[in-house]
């Protein structure tokens, strides 16, 4: 039996692996700079139609890998996470013709998009609660699912024949804007908010301290007990 050369071992790392990684980075890459683009599109389109000053929309803040976004009385947050992701070995996505043909279709970026009470950026309450809401995984090939709950979750899972472009990405823009704007504040429980310390009161204007936060009640069907 011939004896593993080291050497050739990491040249074929570094000439597949690595190469196969900076492919789906700059395929997500692009993904993600499109979808600030229509985010900031979508906006401006939904304030030319409704005149009221009350309703919040505008773009908070938008940097290479992130976008924040005010919706009503929400906050969504888009971000690109800088790494490379690669299916966990149970997944059944592993069992389709598309990836068993090529593994390294299993690769994916991601972008996690979180939902957040604008009140909590506006009075700068650092206990409030955000909510991942969805995530947005995108292969080298632009064939892309969406893990989320309600219709964020069960919309876009065609992986084998989804390929992202500008109509699937403002389907979800759209979506998950719909999404947060129908979940509301749940009124705590009053036990847990009948007791404050007197530093709790005298900090009442800059942050309460008493966590407020939308209670979505999901876990990604990914995630571990």
Same mark, same amino acid.
């Given at each position: 039996?011939?004896?593993?050369?080291?050497?050739?071992?990491?040249? &074929?790392? +570094? $000439?597949?692996?690595?190469?196969?990684?900076?492919? *789906?980075?700059?395929?997500?890459?692009?993904?993600?700079?499109?979808? $600030?683009?229509?985010?900031?599109?979508?906006?401006?389109?939904? =304030?030319? %139609?409704?005149?009221?000053?009350?309703?919040?929309?505008?773009?908070?803040?938008?940097?290479?890998?992130?976008? #924040? *976004?005010?919706?009503?009385?929400?906050?969504?947050?888009?971000?690109?996470?800088?790494?490379?992701?690669?299916?966990?070995?149970?997944?059944?996505?592993?069992?389709?013709?598309?990836?068993?043909?090529?593994?390294?279709?299993?690769?994916?970026?991601?972008?996690?998009?979180?939902?957040?009470?604008?009140?909590?950026? &506006?009075?700068?309450?650092?206990?409030?609660?955000?909510?991942?809401?969805?995530?947005?995984?995108?292969?080298?090939?632009? &064939?892309?699912?969406?893990?989320?709950?309600?219709?964020?979750?069960?919309?876009?899972?065609?992986?084998?024949?989804? *390929?992202?472009? %500008?109509?699937?990405?403002?389907?979800?823009? #759209? =979506?998950?804007?719909?999404?947060?704007?129908?979940?509301?504040?749940?009124?705590?429980?009053?036990?847990?908010?009948? #007791?404050?310390?007197?530093?709790?009161? #005298?900090?009442?204007?800059?942050?309460?301290? +008493? $966590?407020?936060?939308?209670?979505?009640?999901? =876990?990604?069907?990914?995630?571990?007990?």
């Amino acid at each position: 039996m011939k004896e593993e050369n080291p050497h050739e071992r990491l040249v &074929h790392l +570094l $000439k597949t692996k690595s190469a196969l990684k900076q492919d *789906v980075f700059r395929t997500t890459h692009e993904q993600f700079a499109m979808l $600030k683009t229509l985010i900031e599109e979508e906006i401006g389109i939904l =304030r030319a %139609q409704i005149d009221d000053d009350r309703v919040r929309l505008s773009v908070m803040n938008s940097s290479e890998y992130e976008i #924040q *976004v005010a919706v009503g009385s929400d906050v969504l947050i888009f971000h690109m996470h800088t790494n490379v992701f690669r299916f966990d070995d149970n997944h059944p996505i592993w069992k389709t013709s598309y990836l068993e043909e090529d593994k390294d279709l299993g690769f994916c970026g991601i972008i996690n998009i979180y939902n957040f009470l604008y009140d909590s950026f &506006h009075y700068s309450r650092q206990n409030d609660q955000g909510y991942l809401i969805g995530r947005l995984l995108i292969n080298k090939e632009k &064939h892309y699912l969406m893990e989320g709950k309600g219709e964020i979750g069960y919309l876009f899972r065609d992986f084998v024949n989804g *390929v992202l472009g %500008q109509d699937e990405l403002r389907q979800i823009i #759209q =979506r998950t804007f719909c999404h947060a704007l129908e979940f509301d504040i749940y009124t705590p429980p009053y036990d847990l908010v009948s #007791q404050v310390t007197v530093y709790d009161m #005298q900090n009442l204007i800059s942050d309460l301290k +008493l $966590k407020t936060g939308k209670r979505l009640g999901f =876990r990604f069907e990914m995630d571990e007990d």
